[in-house]
């Protein structure tokens, strides 16, 4: 009985931090006085940390709103960020034909910025994809083509 009383008291504790970092991710990205890239950084969070897994349409939307902000900008890496962040959602949803596309918008962005780690992540994705719909020596090469960079 100890055990799962510490469980659920744990549980609700973990809960209960974790709305409250996604309370204050949101309150940086309605904040205008932050600078740009911290809005988006803190959306990006928002949007992966509560809602990619469970409601992979949500994280899309925030993901759309993040490529808004950042193309009305023109603040490159933050769009590669985004358009990521939408294929990992559309993935999610099965939707990898979609997801692709997204992925290697990103991925062009990010290889034109020299963001090795973002070119990496997202090879990485892409292969995963790919793998899944059957195209198993395309995902690898992208894979390997991955880990090539790390």
């Keep these: 009985m100890r055990i799962l009383l510490t469980a659920l008291l744990f549980g609700l504790s973990f809960q209960s931090y974790s709305q409250a970092n996604l309370d204050s991710l949101w309150s940086v990205w309605e904040d205008d006085q932050q600078l740009d890239t911290t809005r988006l950084t803190a959306l990006h969070h928002y949007a992966t940390e509560g809602y990619l897994r469970a409601q992979p349409d949500s994280a899309y939307h925030f993901g ?30 099965g939707q990898y034909n979609e997801a692709i596309g997204l992925y290697e918008k990103s ?44």
Excluded: C, F
């Design 64 to 93: 759309e709103v993040m490529l808004n902000y950042a193309e009305s900008k023109d603040l490159q890496s933050p769009m590669a960020d985004a358009l990521h962040l939408q294929g990992y959602a559309l993935s999610n949803l």
């Design 107 to 150: 991925l062009s962005i990010r290889e034109e910025k020299g963001d090795s780690v973002g070119v990496a992540m997202t090879l990485n994705h892409l292969g995963s994809i790919y793998r899944m719909q059957g195209e198993i020596e395309k995902g690898l090469g992208l894979q390997e083509r991955s880990l090539s960079i790390r």
